[in-house]
């Protein structure tokens, strides 16, 4: 199963977008679950997260009868979905004091792979993609606005009231020792990450990828030569098909059913 959440700096843009998206992964044989979730800044932070935290426990009580297995679920998801599925992921596999989070967590059910395309894993400080580089004003203007429009109501500071706007700065702390392994009570999973090397939001699967090397995570990040922001969404493209074939394989590697034990006499 894949649950898939769509992008849109947390303000676009719906499923109904994005169901291509959901359509390549369907034709590979997965089963997809594709949502939608409240819009900011008339929606903001935790609106998002809480959205995609209700909805897979949604699919997890419903995967009987809609023919999932629980012990092969992916969650993926673009920019902004980059975002909220690795949110998701992290309050799957951990205890918080969020209603919507603890939730998942008692649900007991776990991703086997994460894949944030081209994600924007930290939306505070948005400032800090143009300090890091030089960035066109109107590329600038937009992540500031995306990172204006969740966090509306709350400091544009990183802060705990909204730590899981920022699950990237969670397993940095979690690096640092500021946090403890990130309190895990279970193990993360796999995650594959990619991103294009022309995409303002580079620099957050770089820390990722370094992030999750530190805690013995596994992480597949994949850098695209020329890619833009969300360059895999224009199938015709080399590069693109080059993207979903890399993305494909590595949930063909992660996904396998398990192999069943042969006990003796039975």
Known sequence: ???????????LLSKDTHWL??????????????ISYRLAPKHPYPAAIEDTCMAYAWMVRHLAELGGDPTRIAV???????NL???????????????????VFDLGVTPRAALPFCAMLQVSSPERF????????????????ASASYL???????????????PLRLLEEAVAGIRAQPHLDRPLPPFFAP????????????RLEKALAALDVPCEARYYPGGIHAFHALVWDPAARRCWRDALAFLDRNMRPAVPVDVPGR
């Open 152 to 166: 509306h109501g709350y400091s544009p500071a990183p802060g705990p009231e909204t730590e899981l706007a920022d």
């Open 195 to 206: 991103v294009g090397t022309r995409d303002p939001l580079l620099d957050d699967t770089r």
């Open 21 to 34: 998206m959901g359509l390549v992964f369907a034709r590979f044989g997965y089963l997809v679950v594709n």
């Open 76 to 82: 993926a998801g673009e920019s902004a979905g980059g």
């Open 130 to 145: 143009s300090q890091r580089r030089r960035l066109p004003f109107w590329v600038d203007g937009m992540i500031r606005d």
């Open 1 to 11: 199963m894949v649950f898939y959440v769509h992008g849109g700096a947390f303000h």
């Open 85 to 103: 599925i690795t949110a998701l992921t992290l309050a799957t596999t951990q205890r918080r004091s969020e209603p919507w989070a603890r939730e």
